[in-house]
Protein backbone atom coordinates (compact mmCIF):
# COMPACT_ATOMS: atom_id res chain seq x y z
CA UNK A 1 0.00 0.00 0.00
CA UNK A 2 1.26 3.80 -0.99
CA UNK A 3 -0.05 6.81 1.42
CA UNK A 4 0.55 9.75 0.63
CA UNK A 5 0.88 12.86 3.84
CA UNK A 6 0.39 16.27 1.89
CA UNK A 7 0.34 19.42 4.36
CA UNK A 8 -0.75 22.91 3.14
CA UNK A 9 0.37 26.68 3.87
CA UNK A 10 2.21 27.25 7.53
CA UNK A 11 2.21 23.67 8.33
CA UNK A 12 6.02 23.80 7.78
CA UNK A 13 5.78 26.20 11.28
CA UNK A 14 4.30 23.31 13.44
CA UNK A 15 6.25 23.09 16.60
CA UNK A 16 6.56 26.87 16.96
CA UNK A 17 3.48 28.69 15.22
CA UNK A 18 0.64 29.15 17.84
CA UNK A 19 1.71 26.13 20.01
CA UNK A 20 -1.31 26.68 22.48
CA UNK A 21 -3.77 26.42 19.02
CA UNK A 22 -1.33 23.34 17.63
CA UNK A 23 1.01 22.37 20.05
CA UNK A 24 4.86 21.44 20.28
CA UNK A 25 4.92 18.96 17.98
CA UNK A 26 6.72 20.17 14.64
CA UNK A 27 6.05 18.31 11.26
CA UNK A 28 8.56 16.41 11.30
CA UNK A 29 8.31 14.83 14.40
CA UNK A 30 4.90 13.97 13.11
CA UNK A 31 6.47 12.40 9.99
CA UNK A 32 8.53 10.37 12.04
CA UNK A 33 5.74 8.82 13.87
CA UNK A 34 3.78 8.29 10.62
CA UNK A 35 6.71 6.31 9.72
CA UNK A 36 7.45 4.19 12.30
CA UNK A 37 3.52 3.38 12.11
CA UNK A 38 3.70 2.56 8.44
CA UNK A 39 6.89 0.41 9.32
CA UNK A 40 5.29 -1.86 11.40
CA UNK A 41 2.51 -2.38 8.84
CA UNK A 42 4.58 -2.85 5.69
CA UNK A 43 3.15 0.47 4.05
CA UNK A 44 5.31 3.18 2.15
CA UNK A 45 4.57 6.50 2.89
CA UNK A 46 5.46 9.69 1.31
CA UNK A 47 5.50 13.45 2.92
CA UNK A 48 4.94 16.18 1.08
CA UNK A 49 4.07 19.97 2.63
CA UNK A 50 3.80 23.18 0.79
CA UNK A 51 2.68 26.49 1.07
CA UNK A 52 1.54 26.95 -2.63
CA UNK A 53 -1.89 25.68 -4.07
CA UNK A 54 -0.43 25.32 -7.20
CA UNK A 55 2.56 22.67 -5.85
CA UNK A 56 0.46 20.42 -3.97
CA UNK A 57 -2.27 20.09 -6.59
CA UNK A 58 1.10 19.16 -9.03
CA UNK A 59 1.55 16.65 -6.49
CA UNK A 60 -2.11 15.37 -6.31
CA UNK A 61 -1.67 14.47 -10.16
CA UNK A 62 1.92 12.93 -9.33
CA UNK A 63 0.22 10.72 -6.96
CA UNK A 64 -2.38 9.46 -9.62
CA UNK A 65 0.96 8.50 -11.85
CA UNK A 66 2.51 7.10 -9.15
CA UNK A 67 -0.62 4.71 -7.87
CA UNK A 68 -0.92 6.56 -4.94
CA UNK A 69 -3.78 4.12 -2.81
CA UNK A 70 -4.68 6.88 -0.18
CA UNK A 71 -4.12 9.84 0.92
CA UNK A 72 -3.81 12.37 4.35
CA UNK A 73 -4.14 15.97 3.73
CA UNK A 74 -3.83 18.75 6.23
CA UNK A 75 -4.98 21.04 3.84
CA UNK A 76 -4.63 24.25 6.58
CA UNK A 77 -6.10 27.20 5.23
CA UNK A 78 -6.29 26.01 1.98
CA UNK A 79 -9.74 23.75 3.49
CA UNK A 80 -11.73 26.88 3.47
CA UNK A 81 -10.64 28.87 0.28
CA UNK A 82 -9.48 26.04 -2.67
CA UNK A 83 -12.03 24.83 -5.09
CA UNK A 84 -9.13 24.28 -7.87
CA UNK A 85 -7.60 21.94 -4.52
CA UNK A 86 -11.05 20.36 -4.30
CA UNK A 87 -11.14 19.70 -8.56
CA UNK A 88 -8.06 18.18 -8.35
CA UNK A 89 -9.12 15.80 -5.83
CA UNK A 90 -12.11 14.90 -7.58
CA UNK A 91 -10.26 14.17 -11.06
CA UNK A 92 -7.43 12.01 -9.43
CA UNK A 93 -9.97 9.82 -7.45
CA UNK A 94 -8.00 8.68 -5.18
CA UNK A 95 -9.65 8.14 -1.48
CA UNK A 96 -8.30 10.50 1.31
CA UNK A 97 -9.02 11.64 4.87
CA UNK A 98 -8.83 15.31 6.19
CA UNK A 99 -7.30 15.88 9.14
CA UNK A 100 -7.34 19.37 11.50
CA UNK A 101 -4.89 19.75 14.53
CA UNK A 102 -7.59 22.04 15.74
CA UNK A 103 -10.86 21.65 15.80
CA UNK A 104 -12.65 23.96 13.44
CA UNK A 105 -15.73 24.23 14.24
CA UNK A 106 -14.31 26.08 17.32
CA UNK A 107 -13.02 28.73 15.83
CA UNK A 108 -13.98 31.46 13.07
CA UNK A 109 -16.81 30.88 11.30
CA UNK A 110 -15.03 31.22 8.29
CA UNK A 111 -13.22 28.13 9.33
CA UNK A 112 -15.60 26.19 9.52
CA UNK A 113 -16.59 25.79 6.12
CA UNK A 114 -14.47 22.75 4.13
CA UNK A 115 -14.44 22.72 0.27
CA UNK A 116 -13.05 19.31 0.85
CA UNK A 117 -15.21 17.47 3.53
CA UNK A 118 -17.70 15.97 1.84
CA UNK A 119 -15.60 14.43 -0.88
CA UNK A 120 -13.41 13.05 1.65
CA UNK A 121 -13.67 9.44 3.08
CA UNK A 122 -13.62 10.97 6.67
CA UNK A 123 -12.53 13.85 8.33
CA UNK A 124 -10.55 14.66 11.90
CA UNK A 125 -10.80 17.43 13.50
CA UNK A 126 -9.66 18.80 16.83
CA UNK A 127 -7.28 15.95 18.17
CA UNK A 128 -4.26 17.65 17.95
CA UNK A 129 -1.20 15.69 15.86
CA UNK A 130 -3.07 12.25 16.91
CA UNK A 131 -5.34 13.02 13.92
CA UNK A 132 -2.64 12.09 11.66
CA UNK A 133 -2.01 8.57 13.27
CA UNK A 134 -5.56 8.00 13.49
CA UNK A 135 -6.14 8.45 9.90
CA UNK A 136 -3.04 6.16 8.89
CA UNK A 137 -4.72 3.51 10.96
CA UNK A 138 -8.04 3.84 9.82
CA UNK A 139 -6.68 3.65 6.02
CA UNK A 140 -4.17 0.47 6.96
CA UNK A 141 -7.25 -0.84 8.32
CA UNK A 142 -9.55 -0.68 5.29
CA UNK A 143 -6.93 -1.97 3.07
Do not use: C, W
Not at 72 to 101: K, M, Q, W
Amino acid sequence: MNILVLNGPNLNLLGTREPEVYGTDSLKDIEENLKSISKNHNVNIRFYQSNSENELINELHTAKQENVDAIIINPGAFTHTSIALRDAFLGVDIPFIEVHISNIYRREEFRKKSFLSDISEGLITGLGVSGYEFALLSIIKRG
